[in-house]
């Protein structure tokens, strides 16, 4: 029992007293719950509030993630969500399914029933019942009120102030993640372990091998480490691991949870791989992705490139770039009525803000615009040059660029080449650039990992991608006549 369990069992007690004195029937008070068992003080967030706290956070959710996949594969994640849902304590909560399209690994829930699951921990997963114990978790969150006892504490206050502070704050590779890392990252470690305990309960009265959970948490553990050698110390892309810590230990405890349920075969592995067989795998076309120091966006029609060196991340309403000496590129759409670029940034985007003149300049044959003032960011002073291409009538492509000063001459003439790299996309990009998707392959007699692993159309290790896909460990063997992921 953690600490806050014991503040939720005071307040428990005080309310008590609270009500014992006014000897009111009718207030909210402690109510023990009845996944945890525990005692909570649940004046402030009942059940019809904690509903539309989620309805009014999944809004926000849409918008910074854009739209949620529909068809097959977010019918079957939903499937998979009932069953789970329907073995749960909670019947007052109405449980609602969503499938981000992003190639992160990440999951989460709101209160109110929302829980959210990305096409990476789809892509990443290997049987129905791994994919049952991540929702089975995320479940847990709701079914022991977690984010409920949280806020009738008063600690998750101001959600939406937060969510302005991380864009404003500049940390934009974040911002396809806000709404998880808002929430989970609110989470204790208690809570976790909690959770995972509930997620295997639920598991096992749904039916499914009570170990999905940890073999799941396993192949995470195998790819954050994949992706942090890969990636070097500088990886700095979202991943569950950063709120979801110690998950080695979580993989160990929930083998020991997982062995006090009824043995249990049913992994449903074959059926889950036939669901995702040509999911898209990594970036998606429609979101637009990077390639070296270039972007493209293929749904959008354009591409831009950035200085070499510089990291491109790719959020849902921006994108950014970083550049090891500290220069910071944001690149995102606004809409305009201004006719003329040089208006747009002085009164539109700039709102009549005190700024020097700006110059017209051409873009690839479009009128842009583009002014540079200094600035200072966290107490560092920087040369800010902004940057707006009118797209189409009322569009513009806009390029924000921090600049530190004594980046030196010859990186200044790259940052301009950035602004007029700023294209459509040629026909034979278009050509070249094709998702690549998961396929599953039954492994012909005669194969090896290596073998399989030739097949894999990644960059990097081939057989390492391949065995954490597959949730094997080194040494292991593929079976002939079974199927494997593979990337194509
Ligand atoms: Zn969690």
Redesign the pocket.
Known sequence: MTTKWTIASLLCKKSFLLLIAISSATMYGCTVNPATGQSQFTALLPASSEAKVGAAEHAKIEAQFGKFMTGPIADYVNQVGQRVAANTERKDVQYKFYVLDTPLVNAFALPGGYTYFSRGLLTLANSEAELAGVIG??IG?ITARHAASRMSQGMVAGIGAAVIGTVAGGSAGQVASLGSNLY?SS?SRGQ?TQ?DELGIRYLARAGYDPSGMSTFLSSLDAQSKLEAKEAGKNGSSFNYFST?PLTAKRVQDSRVEAAKYPANNNKARAAYLNKINGLVYGDSPDQGFAKGNRFYHPALDFTFSVPKGAKITNGATKVTARHPNGTAIIFDTGKGRSTDPVNYIRNEWLKGGQVGGAEAITVHGKPAATTVFGGNIQGKSVAVRLVAVQWAPNTYYRFQMAIPSGVGKAFEEELKQTTYSLRKMSSGEKKSIQAKKIRVLVAPSGSTVSSMAARMNVDGNKVEHFLVLNGMTSGQQVIAGQPYKIVL
Request: glycine content about 0%.
């Open positions: 978790h995320e969150h989970i989470y976790e959770s979801h």
